[in-house]
């Protein structure tokens, strides 16, 4: 009514800043909602609908980090709309579309693909701790830039007598505020002090002392608000004054105190972020620290997968298998009905990971018969990550370093006979062992040009030296010549 009788217009409650809302609905969901619907129209183009796997994955990966930047940096996102968000991004990654009713099987848990590379999972990031993390970052700035405008906004409103760190948060205040509040509470543990000069940094209160974990020291004297930790250096000489500190502190702590080392130029006190070496903000390192590390071993067969130089496809397929989630009859028995849980090849064992891919009886004498010779008998009854290691040299095969080098071949080799299988079983078609090596063989990096003997020369340089006239009184002949070293033909 106010709104006619002044002649305003109504304004519609969907504008943007920087892709955040600016007006809040009473529903946090419903204000929130079009991050999720962003991410329902990125996945639903028609051009992203029908990546590989490899593919998307990376759209994925690309979507947590970029679509839902500005809005997750500034707002906490409720969990439900953050479940909501992951679920469909598993979907999706799982090749189905958002139809309730396509379902395909998920034979690894979202939990676990969510998981860092380094412990075996895709290093998908999970909606609601990354929202924690993006707000993080935006708390950090805060702290290092008190005098920044937005800093002293906040400050004049709701902490003009403290620092951020240590503010409340009224019940009246604004939403953006209580986000702010709510991650600043999380990240505080992992914030402490590097000392300057010291005027800044409460001796009982604030973090300051490496190696005190999350304790403070106790006073020996009552507790005096009004010292700092300036009043324990001596400015003159920049060292600590022992004098002062033994009438206030116990033995252990002075011990841990001298040793922090002190500039020989005074400067102000400095934030330090705990969780990484150098003390600077990564969101990363919050990202892992809340998402809790597993079981905090690194896997090197993980590493040794993605640092494997093949394609991605090949590489996401070796992870799977690795992962013990590739759709092979014996797995799927275990969930749906299948009429046989045999193998399609040789219909006399079960189907399970490792008799497709290595011990089948053609499959066994195709491996036999390749470069690395090798023979699969003694991986029978052992699950294909052990093959893995074996060729990756990662514990227990720690020995078989030699044959670090054939891995790329290795995994091309698995990844054709798996493509070989599916074309038996959709399209009844048996290939042969050389088309099955000649495809394994497509799949690794072509060896880069090197020319014998010390002299390395590029391919443009030897391009360009071609292009240069002959010397006088001769004639010069360009021809061109190829030979491939693996297939080892040329041309
Ligand atoms: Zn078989």
Redesign the pocket.
């Known amino acids: 009514m106010l709104a006619r009788m002044i002649n305003i217009k109504n304004q519609g409650l969907g504008e943007k800043y920087l892709g955040a809302p600016i007006i809040f609905l009473r529903s946090k969901t419903q204000t929130h909602l079009s991050l999720l619907k962003s991410i329902d129209n990125r996945i639903n183009s028609w051009s992203n609908r029908f990546l590989s796997q490899a593919g998307r994955t990376s759209l994925v990966k690309a979507i947590d980090q970029a679509i839902p930047l500005y809005q997750m940096a500034a707002f906490l996102i409720p969990k439900n709309l953050c479940r909501k968000i992951d679920s469909h991004l598993c979907k999706y990654w799982w090749g189905e579309s958002l139809d309730p009713n396509d379902k395909k099987i998920h034979l690894l848990a979202w939990d676990n693909i969510c998981k860092p590379v380094s412990e075996g999972g895709l290093g998908i990031r999970k909606s609601e701790i990354n929202n924690i993390a993006m707000l993080a970052r935006n708390a950090w700035r805060l702290l290092e830039n008190p005098e920044s405008l937005w800093g002293k906004t906040l400050k004049a409103k709701y902490f003009k007598n403290s620092d951020f760190l240590h503010a409340n948060c009224p019940n009246s205040a604004s939403w953006a505020w209580k986000c702010l509040h709510f991650v600043k509470e999380k990240i505080k543990p992992f914030i402490s002090w590097i000392v300057g000069d010291g005027k800044f940094i409460d001796p009982w209160c604030d973090r300051w002392i490496p190696d005190c974990n999350n304790e403070h020291p106790q006073p020996q004297t009552p507790h005096d608000t009004n010292i700092k930790v300036a009043d324990f250096i001596d400015q003159t000489s920049r060292s600590w004054d022992r004098g002062n500190l033994q009438i206030h502190f116990d033995q252990s702590s002075i011990e841990k105190i001298v040793r922090i080392p002190l500039s020989s130029v005074s400067s102000s006190d400095r934030r330090a972020w705990d969780l990484t070496r150098d003390g600077r903000f990564i969101s990363k390192s919050i990202y892992l620290t809340l998402r809790g590390v597993g079981n905090n071993q690194e896997d090197k067969l993980w590493k040794g997968i993605w640092k494997s130089k093949m394609p991605h496809r090949v590489q996401l397929f070796t992870w799977k298998c690795a992962k013990n989630a590739l759709p092979v009859r014996d797995l799927l028995s275990q969930r749906i009905n299948i009429n046989t849980n045999?193998?399609?090849?040789?219909?006399?064992?079960p189907?399970t990971i490792t008799?497709?891919l290595l011990?089948?009886?053609?499959?066994a004498t195709l491996w036999s018969n390749s470069r690395m010779h090798c023979c699969t008998d003694p991986f029978v009854d052992k699950p294909i990550s052990d093959w893995l290691r074996s060729w990756l040299a990662v514990d227990p095969y720690r020995s078989n370093v030699d044959k670090i080098e054939h891995f790329p071949l290795v995994a091309s080799l698995m990844w054709s006979i798996w493509m070989s299988r599916n074309i038996l079983v959709f399209n009844n078609k048996i290939e042969t062992d050389i088309a099955i090596q000649n495809r394994a063989h497509r799949m690794l990096p072509k060896p880069k040009f090197q020319k014998q003997g010390n002299n390395t020369t590029s391919q443009s340089q030897l391009t360009n030296h071609a292009r240069l006239p002959p010397p006088a009184g001769w004639v010069k002949v360009n021809c061109d010549g190829a030979w491939d070293p693996v297939t080892k033909c040329g041309g």
């Open positions: 045999l193998c399609p090849r040789c219909q006399a064992e189907k008799h497709a011990t089948c009886t053609q499959i």
